[in-house]
């Protein structure tokens, strides 16, 4: 269980990282925490790691209009801890308590696992949900189109994701965040996030190849009567594949239950 | 060529970029008591703490590491005058077999320093990292109670008390 061979660099600049980014089968490196484990189960076999953690600007949380702009190389202990996180999306620091475990949120980065992309992982979710704009060093993505499946972005091969854009929520909307896991901290058997401000949101987690919103059950939503009807589409609307944590079958009712206790939550938090 | 501080010694070191902070500790500074486990970051035996945050040293090449202050199991006390986490694992009986102790005990510290563990769920969800197959974790977390509140940060670590 040791990685294979590969070069490495630590560029300065995202000009430099950009440029080391040219070589044939690089990757890039910044907590690891989801990349040096498939090296070590050799996986993969990169020629070249670019660590872009020594490039500096890139783990700021700054206000952006109200909303937040999350330099890609915050950590999720930052997240975790950030005032400004907690007051203005209090469903993102609610998600990132269920995060992994200490050790890993203090290296993990927001980019990475935004990047990295595991349907069960929280911050893809999140970011699907609060309608992020996310910044690379080439455009900027509408989260909802950064997936193309599991483990996959429309990222090119040397393009960098730099900034997380997150729009400022209407006052008073309400939120829920619900998971379900095997042991606290360990990836989702299924998530649901809820917003309910000038529209309801909601977004499953750990069920599809990538978070989606879930929006035949969104549109049955008016008020608190719906509840019941939103969760049962919800669980309907879905496609888990089934594996040896659970069942499809047990992952739709899961997503269905976790709906209605978001939304209920959701629902008792809006002002 | 790297330079780490650790447990208070500096030390350069030519490494392998693929080399592993678990493996340079061992190896190439012989400080054993940092276990590998897993080598994939579920086992939580091998954590050390880097500038101030517990971290997975399976997860790190040293490379990495570079300019870094880490603090490992070693750094906390010694057999003749352990550290008041450490006595306290003593105390409680919260070892048997030892392998998972050097990640408890490092994880232990950071949580003491990050976290007020009012309660001992707050103490059982600091501790769902680091696996145990000996004492089924309760007498751990007694003993990472004993001593909340009081300063376990350790020798080596005054620079980053908090």
């Avoid at chain 1, 595991?118 to 080439?138: F, H, N, R, Y």
């Avoid at chain 1, 997380?164 to 996030?193: C, H, K, Q």
């Avoid at chain 2, 997975?56 to 090449?61: E, Q, S, T, V």
């Amino acid at each position: 269980m040791k990685p294979p061979a590969f070069e490495y660099l630590a560029p300065r600049t995202l000009e430099q990282a950009v440029a080391a980014l040219g070589a044939e089968d690089a990757k890039i490196l910044a907590g690891g925490q989801s990349l040096v484990p498939m090296l070590n189960f050799r996986l993969l076999a990169p020629s070249l790691l670019v660590d872009i953690t020594r490039i500096p600007g890139l783990d700021n949380v700054d206000d952006w209009d109200g909303g937040l702009r999350i330099g890609a190389l915050t950590r999720h202990h930052a997240l975790e801890t950030s005032p400004l996180v907690r007051d203005r999306f209090p469903v993102l620091h609610a998600a990132m308590a269920e995060v992994a475990h200490l050790a890993i949120r203090n290296r993990g980065t927001i980019g990475g696992s935004l990047c990295h992309g595991d349907p069960a992982a929280e911050l893809p979710g999140m970011v699907v949900l609060l309608d992020a704009q996310l910044q690379t060093t080439q455009r900027l993505i509408p989260a909802a189109e950064f997936y193309d499946g599991t483990l996959s972005t429309v990222l090119g091969a040397d393009e960098i994701l730099t900034d997380i854009m997150l729009p400022a929520l209407p006052p008073g909307t309400g939120w829920g965040f619900e998971e379900f896991a095997r042991r606290s901290g360990d990836f989702a058997l299924a998530a649901v996030g809820v917003l309910i401000g000038g529209e309801v949101r909601i977004v499953a987690i750990g069920a599809n190849e990538k978070p989606i919103r879930l929006l035949n059950a969104e549109a049955l939503f008016n008020d608190a009567s719906d509840i019941d009807a939103v969760a049962e589409a919800a669980g309907k609307e879905v496609s888990p594949e089934g594996d040896l944590h659970g069942s499809a079958e047990y992952r739709c009712h899961l997503v269905k239950v976790l709906t209605r206790r978001a939304l209920r939550a959701a629902w008792e938090r809006t002002s | 060529m790297i330079a780490v501080v650790v447990n208070g010694v500096s030390y350069e070191r030519a490494v392998e970029p693929r080399m592993l902070l678990a493996d340079f500790l061992r190896y190439e500074l012989s400080l054993t008591g940092t276990h590998v486990g897993c080598e994939q970051g579920v086992c939580g035996a091998c954590t050390v703490i880097m500038n101030g945050d517990s971290v997975r040293a399976c997860l790190c090449f040293a490379v990495q590491a570079d300019g870094a202050e880490i603090e490992t199991v070693e750094g906390l006390g010694t057999v003749d005058d352990l550290n008041p986490l450490q006595q306290a694992f003593q105390e409680h009986h919260a070892l048997q077999c030892g392998f998972c102790t050097p990640g408890m005990l490092m994880t232990g510290v950071d949580l003491l320093r990050k976290y007020p563990l009012a309660t001992d769920r707050e103490i059982r969800e600091g501790l769902s990292g680091n696996l145990c197959r000996c004492t089924g974790y309760e007498h751990i977390v007694r003993a990472i109670r004993s001593v909340v509140g009081r300063s376990v940060v350790g020798r080596s670590v005054a620079g980053h008390e908090r």
